[in-house]
């Protein structure tokens, strides 16, 4: 069993800043590629920020210089510092990763249950 938990969503008035935690546990082998996505009321779901086992990263256009994704691959854990945050930002944020199983060895894409981030004053 593999899970993605989520923390650090709340509420922040514009400009303020969050950070959001994923981590991954159970009967993990490896965790490659990480992501954020995020989903506003009537929208569909879009992508925030990637990131590589290595490292290398990649933004949508509209968090650029806002938002930086990171991680800690000791703790199999993935971040999303959000700066200058506007009302648009307002939304539930998951987390996802390609997790390969420490029992079955096969690489699967795992979802976390998402953390509501509300930007208002």
């Known amino acids: 069993q593999v899970q993605l938990v989520e923390s650090g969503g709340g509420l922040v008035q514009p400009g303020g800043s969050l950070r959001l935690s994923c981590a991954a546990s159970?009967?993990?082998?490896?965790?490659?590629?990480m992501r954020w996505y995020r989903q506003a009321p009537g929208k569909q779901r879009e992508l925030v920020a990637t990131?590589?086992?290595?490292?290398?990263?990649n933004y949508a256009d509209s968090m650029k210089g806002r938002f930086t994704i990171s991680r800690d691959n000791a703790k199999n854990t993935v971040y999303l510092q959000m700066n200058n945050l506007k009302p648009e930002d307002t939304a539930v944020y998951y987390c996802?990763?390609?997790?390969?199983?420490?029992?079955?060895?096969?690489?699967?894409?795992?979802w976390g249950q998402g953390t509501q981030v509300t930007v208002s004053s």
């Open positions: 159970g009967s993990i082998f490896r965790v490659n590629g």
């Open positions: 990131i590589t086992s290595g490292g290398s990263t």
């Open positions: 996802n990763a390609d997790i390969a199983s420490l029992i079955s060895g096969l690489t699967k894409g795992y």
